[in-house]
């Protein structure tokens, strides 16, 4: 089966849906399926149409239902919205790093410092002594 009738397939698209679709006439449609040389820019667009994420660094996901999908999921897609607090969202993460670095520097600071000897400890070696 060839690229162009498989994306057309995976569309639901009959000949002339397909042919409409990418801009030409039937017979131009139907040539480029029994040849198999359609321009790169209709096999793009079907290829989008079905779902496929057609640039680089995108293969293998896909969009189904107004979801994309990372290869291999079919389940929890992102959705536009997603995209749009992606940015919100890695501002947020590197808040929390910065947050998280001061935090662990304050830490640090604390655990140089000489510790002062527990009194509990003292006492209760001290009670130990004198009963001893």
């Known amino acids: 089966m060839s690229v162009l009738r498989a994306l057309q397939q995976r ?32 096999v793009r667009l079907l290829a989008i149409l079905a779902g496929f994420v057609p640039w680089v660094g995108w293969e293998d996901w ?27 969202w890695r501002q947020l993460v590197t808040a929390y790093a910065q947050d998280n670095a001061t935090l662990r520097a ?12 527990a009194t509990a400890t003292v006492t209760a070696l001290q009670r130990a002594s004198a009963a001893g």
Request: aromatic share 12%; proline share 11%.
């Open 106 to 117: 304050q830490l640090a600071d604390l655990s140089a410092l000489p510790q002062p000897p």
């Open 62 to 88: 896909e969009v189904d239902r107004g979801y994309l999908f990372p290869p291999g999921f079919s389940r929890h897609g992102l959705t536009p919205a997603d995209f749009h607090t992606l940015v919100f």
């Open 11 to 42: 569309c639901g698209f009959s000949n002339s849906q397909a042919a409409v679709v990418c801009g030409v006439t039937l017979r131009t449609y139907r040539r480029w399926r029994c040849q198999g040389n359609p321009t790169p820019a209709a």
